[in-house]
C-alpha cells in the first residue's frame, strides 16, 4: 500500500531551538528543508528555558570577552569538553544573540538600552541576556515565526521511529502522524538530529513528555558514534512537593538574583562545599551538596533544602522572576517573596550525545547530522546554565548549513523499499503484534532502575546491578504491546518506541558510569571519589558493533594546540585559589 | 511557613470521549494523591483505566500551552488545575475545547492557529534605523518601558485558550473573519515594537477583523499568563484603527507610518 511521501534536501528531526535553527540555516542556503515536530510546532522543551543565553557581548561587564567564556565552559566541563566546539560556542554566541534581536526577540535592557546580562552559576562576569524567567520562550517563539517564514514544510504530531540508510548512508526517515496513525515516509539528502534530550528516563525529571532520547537511539541505530553519555546533568533546584510536580523546574536565576539556600538547621551549607561561589557554584557541586545535606539529615519536611529570596524586595521578586512566582503560588500554595520554596535536584540535561564534526554537525554516519542537546562534546562533564541556549543556536546554525552543502553536494536519494518495510514491520507489531508487555508500565520500571542505581552519586554495585536489570528489559522490549490498537491518537502505541529508545539511552548512560573509575562534573562515583589522570584525558565513545552489541571505547580528548594557553592559564588560576 | 491543606480520597472525573462523529461524558472514579493537577489525574486514568484516552500535553509546568481543556466548563491547562481547587462534592468535568473541531477525546485540532499565524508578516527592522541613536555596533537600542509593554504580549504560551472563549470564534465561527485574541496579541506585540518597519493597521483592521470583537473581555479571563489582551492590546489598536484607517484614504492610498512600510499582499484568509 502506497503511503505519503514527501522528498527533501535537508530533513531536520526535532523542533525546538536547534532543530529550528537548523531548519532555517539550511532553508536560507536554498536547501528545500522539512522539519517534523513530535508536538505541535512552539512546544518543544526549549520554552522551558528560563534564565538566559550566554554570550559575552559585554554590555554589562565590558571586560568580559569569548576567552573568558571559553574558558568557563572549559572549567564547567571539567576539561573534557571538545575544545573547539567551546570555542566555536564563546566566539559565536554573541553575534547568535544579535542576530535573534534582529528577528524580533525581546530582551531585558541595561539603562544603556543594550542587552542586559545577568549572572549565572560558573559565569565569571555577568553573561545571560535574559528576558525575565521566559528566555526559552521568547527564543522558541522568535525562531518558530522565522521558520514559518523561510520556506521550511512543518509537519506537526509527527512521530519518527526509525532512520532509514541505504548501505552506509542515511537517506530518509519513517514515522507515523499521530492524530490518524497514518505512516509517513521522508527521503533526505542530509538529516539533522536535534530530538533534545532524554529526562524521561528518570522519574524525577524536568523535562517535557517529548524528551525519551529519540535522537540518541536512532543516530545509535543508524551506525552513528555518541559521546560522553554518562554524564547527566541534575539540576540542582527543582520543585518537591507536592509529589504532582516534583521535579519541575526552579530555574537558576533565582539563585543569580541573589536566593540563598539553607538546610533545615538554618545554615548557608554552601559555605562548606564552594565557599567562594556558594549558591552560584556549577550546577554539580551544588546539585550534590543539596543531596548530600538531604542524605545526612538535614533536609527540609519534604525532602529537599530551603531556597530563599523572601529578603529581596518583593516587587523585584515578582518582576524578576515571575513564573517562578506563579508556579509556587498556584502548584504549592507558596509565597516566594515570604516564605523559601523547598527543592532538590531533579534530571535536567545530558551532556552527551551523538558525537559530531565541531564546524559542521557532521556524524561518521554519512548523511546524518546531529545538534543542540542531541549532539555531544561542547559541554564535557558539566554543562553551565546559560551555554545550551547558545550552543543551539550556534551549532544549529551550523548544522543547518552544513547540511545544506552536503545535499548540495549530493545526487537524488531514495529509500530502499526492503528498509521500509521493516520499519512498517515494527510499528505494526507494536499495535496489531501479540506482544504482551505494557509499555506504560515498563517505562516506569525503567525509571525505577535508573532512580536506584543511575542517579547523582553512583558505584560499582548499583551499576552492575542496574546494568543486570536494564539487560531484563532489553530482553522483554521486543513483545511491547500498546494497550489499546486504535491508530488515532494513541499514546500508548507512541510509548512503545519511546520505551525502546529510552532504554537503549538507558544502556549507554549506565555503562558508560560503570566504566569511568573517577568523579569528574556531573559523574560522581562513591567507590572512586577523586579525579583519574587518565579519565581526565578520555571520552567514552559508544556505538554499536555489528548488529546488537554495544561497545564503549575511551578516545583521547580533541584538544587544539592555539587554545593551550587559555586553558593552562585557567588550570593555573583555579590551583592559586 | 504556612502549610495548605491538601485534600486526597477519590474522585469522580467525567471526562469527554468521542471523535468528529460524536460521543459524550464517561465516568471514572481515581484515588487522588496530594497536589495532585487535573493532568495527573487523566494520565493516570489512561495509564491505568483507559490506555487510548487521547490527551494533548508535553512540558506539564504551563509554559508549553498543549494541555488547554474545558475543566468544569471554563478553559484551563490541565497541568495547572489543581484538584483540591475544584469544589470537593462534586465530579470533574474535563472536556475538549469548543472553538476548534475535535480530533479525540481531548484533543482538538488547532491547525487554524497556525494558518492564521503564517498571514501575519514577521518582525522586520525599519529601513531609517539611525546609526547611532537605535543601534551600537550592531546592537538594537530599545527601552526598557518598550521592553515591559511588548513583554506582556510575549509571555502568551499559545494554549489558545482565549480563542476558544471569543464569543466570534466559538458561537460565530467567523474564524475566516477574525484573527482571534491570540493573534490580536501578536500583532500588538508588533505594532508596539519601537523598531519595527511594517504597518500592520490595514491587516488589524481588515483580514484581522478587530472591529469584531465586541470587547466582552472573556479572552483576558482565561489567560493562564495574565495578559491583559483587552485592555492593553485590543482596545489601543481599535482606537488607533478609528483614528487611522479610513476606508477611503485606504482607496485613496494610505500613507503608511512614519518609519513604516506596508507589508507584501497576503494569500486567502485561513478557513477553519
Redesign the interface.
Known amino acids: 500500500m502506497a503511503i505519503e511521501h514527501h522528498d527533501y534536501d535537508v530533513l531536520v528531526l526535532g523542533s525546538g531551538g536547534s532543530g529550528l535553527r537548523a531548519a532555517i540555516a539550511a532553508a536560507e542556503a536554498g536547501a528545500k528543508t522539512g522539519l517534523i515536530c513530535k508536538?505541535?510546532?512552539?512546544?518543544?522543551?526549549t520554552?522551558?528555558a528560563e534564565g538566559g543565553l550566554a554570550a559575552s557581548?559585554g554590555?554589562v561587564a565590558p571586560e568580559d570577552d569569548w576567552s573568558t567564556h571559553f574558558q568557563d565552559t572549559m572549567f564547567g566541563g571539567k576539561y573534557l569538553n571538545n575544545w573547539r566546539m567551546a570555542e566555536l560556542h564563546a566566539k559565536e554566541a554573541p553575534d547568535r544573540a544579535?542576530e535573534l534581536?534582529?528577528?524580533?526577540a525581546?530582551?531585558?535592557?541595561t539603562p544603556?538600552?543594550?542587552?542586559s546580562q545577568r549572572a549565572f552559576g560558573g559565569h565569571t562576569y555577568k553573561r545571560l541576556v535574559h528576558?525575565?524567567d521566559?528566555t526559552g520562550?521568547?527564543m522558541i517563539?522568535t525562531l518558530q515565526?522565522?521558520t514559518?517564514?523561510s520556506n521550511v514544510e512543518v509537519f506537526?504530531e509527527t512521530t519518527i521511529t526509525r532512520l532509514i540508510k541505504d548501505g552506509e548512508r542515511v537517506v530518509g526517515a519513517f514515522g507515523y502522524r499521530r492524530?490518524s496513525g497514518e505512516q509517513i515516509s521522508f527521503s533526505a539528502k542530509a538529516l539533522i538530529v536535534a530530538t533534545g534530550g532524554g529526562g524521561r528516563i528518570y522519574k524525577i525529571t524536568?523535562n517535557?513528555?517529548?524528551c525519551t532520547g529519540d535522537g540518541y537511539a536512532l543516530g545509535y541505530e543508524a551506525g552513528a558514534e555518541l559521546v560522553d553519555m554518562e554524564f547527566i546533568q541534575f539540576h540542582p533546584t527543582g520543585m518537591v512537593?507536592?509529589?504532582?510536580?516534583a521535579g519541575?523546574?526552579v530555574t537558576e536565576a533565582v539563585r543569580g538574583e541573589g536566593g540563598i539556600l539553607r538546610n533545615a538547621l538554618g545554615e548557608r551549607f554552601m559555605e562548606r562545599y564552594d565557599p567562594k561561589r556558594m549558591e552560584l557554584s556549577t550546577r554539580d557541586v551544588v546539585a550534590r551538596s543539596i543531596y548530600t545535606e538531604v542524605q545526612e539529615g538535614r533536609g527540609s519536611p519534604h525532602g529537599g533544602v530551603f531556597l530563599d529570596v523572601s529578603h529581596l524586595d518583593s516587587a523585584y521578586v515578582r518582576k524578576k522572576l515571575p513564573?517562578m512566582y506563579?508556579?509556587f503560588m498556584?502548584?504549592?500554595?507558596?509565597d516566594i517573596t515570604k516564605?523559601?520554596m523547598q527543592v532538590g535536584p531533579t534530571c535536567h540535561y545530558f551532556m552527551g550525545g551523538v558525537k559530531v564534526d565541531s564546524d559542521n554537525g557532521e556524524s561518521r554516519v554519512p548523511g546524518l547530522f546531529a545538534t543542540g542537546e542531541a549532539s555531544g562534546g561542547m559541554n564535557g562533564a558539566n554543562r553551565l546554565g546559560g551555554n545550551s541556549l547558545g550552543d543551539l543556536l550556534v551549532f544549529g546554525r551550523r548544522a543547518g548549513e552544513g547540511a545544506a552543502a552536503a545535499a548540495d553536494a549530493s545526487g537524488a536519494v531514495s529509500l530502499p523499499a526492503d528498509e521500509v518495510a521493516a520499519a512498517q514491520a515494527e510499528i505494526d507489531g507494536y499495535l496489531n503484534g501479540s506482544g504482551t508487555e505494557n509499555p506504560?508500565e515498563m517505562h516506569r520500571e525503567l525509571q525505577t532502575i535508573m532512580g536506584d542505581g543511575v542517579g547523582i552519586f553512583r558505584d560499582r554495585e548499583d551499576l552492575t546491578d542496574a546494568i543486570a536489570k536494564l539487560d531484563d528489559l532489553q530482553a522483554r522490549v521486543g513483545n511491547l504491546k500498546?494497550?489499546?490498537d486504535?491508530p488515532?491518537?494513541?499514546?500508548?502505541w507512541q510509548l512503545c518506541r519511546e520505551v525502546k529508545n529510552m532504554l537503549t539511552v538507558s544502556h549507554m548512560i549506565a555503562r558508560g558510569a560503570l566504566m569511568r573509575e573517577e568523579s569528574r562534573g556531573a559523574h560522581s562515583r562513591l567507590d572512586h571519589t577523586g579525579y583519574s589522570d587518565y579519565w581526565g584525558e578520555h571520552n567514552i565513545i559508544v556505538h554499536r558493533d555489528g548488529e546488537h552489541d554495544m561497545t564503549l571505547t575511551p578516545i583521547p580528548v580533541v584538544k587544539r594546540g592555539e587554545l593551550q594557553e587559555l586553558v593552562e592559564a585557567r588550570k593555573e588560576a583555579e590551583k592559586a585559589s | 511557613m504556612s502549610v495548605m491543606p491538601m485534600a486526597v480520597g477519590t474522585r469522580r472525573l467525567k471526562i469527554w470521549r468521542g471523535d468528529l462523529t460524536g460521543g459524550g461524558l464517561v465516568d471514572y472514579d481515581l484515588n487522588t494523591e496530594p497536589g495532585m493537577v487535573v493532568l495527573d489525574a487523566v494520565l493516570e486514568i489512561q495509564r491505568s483505566q483507559a490506555p487510548d484516552l487521547a490527551v494533548r500535553w508535553n512540558c506539564k509546568a504551563a509554559k508549553c500551552g498543549s494541555c488547554s481543556a474545558e475543566i468544569n466548563g471554563k478553559p484551563r491547562l490541565m497541568c495547572k488545575t489543581r484538584l483540591d481547587h475544584l469544589p470537593p462534592l462534586e465530579p470533574i468535568t474535563v472536556e475538549p475545547m469548543k472553538a476548534f473541531p475535535v480530533i479525540r477525546d481531548l484533543v482538538t485540532d488547532v491547525s487554524w492557529n497556525y494558518r492564521v499565524n503564517e498571514q501575519i508578516t514577521p518582525f522586520t527592522p525599519r529601513d531609517d534605523l539611525k546609526e547611532g541613536v537605535d543601534l551600537h555596533n550592531g546592537d538594537f537600542l530599545i527601552d526598557q518601558a518598550d521592553t515591559d509593554r511588548m513583554s506582556e504580549f510575549r509571555k502568551c504560551i499559545e494554549c489558545f485558550m482565549c480563542q476558544d472563549v471569543c464569543h466570534i470564534l466559538r458561537d460565530q465561527r467567523m474564524h475566516n473573519r477574525y484573527y482571534g485574541p491570540r493573534f490580536m496579541v501578536r500583532m500588538a506585540s508588533l505594532d508596539m515594537h519601537p523598531l519595527d518597519g511594517v504597518d500592520r493597521l490595514d491587516q488589524i483592521a481588515d483580514e484581522g477583523g478587530i472591529g469584531l470583537c465586541n470587547i466582552t473581555k472573556c479572552c483576558t479571563e482565561v489567560c493562564p499568563e495574565g495578559i491583559h489582551i483587552t485592555d492593553n492590546a485590543i482596545i489601543p489598536m481599535k482606537e488607533r484603527v478609528v483614528d487611522t484607517h479610513d476606508p477611503l484614504l485606504k482607496v485613496l492610498g494610505r500613507k503608511p507610518n512614519r518609519g513604516r512600510t506596508k507589508p507584501p499582499p497576503r494569500s486567502e484568509d485561513p478557513q477553519l
Open positions: 508536538s505541535l510546532l512552539g512546544k518543544a522543551h520554552v522551558m557581548l554590555n544579535r534581536e534582529h528577528w524580533g525581546v530582551f531585558d535592557r544603556e538600552r543594550l542587552m528576558i525575565g521566559r520562550l521568547e517563539r515565526d522565522r514559518v517564514h506537526m492524530a524536568s517535557s513528555q517529548d512537593y507536592p509529589p504532582g510536580v519541575l523546574l513564573s506563579d508556579q498556584e502548584l504549592a500554595g507558596v516564605e523559601p506504560f500498546a494497550p489499546s486504535r488515532d491518537y494513541n499514546p500508548g
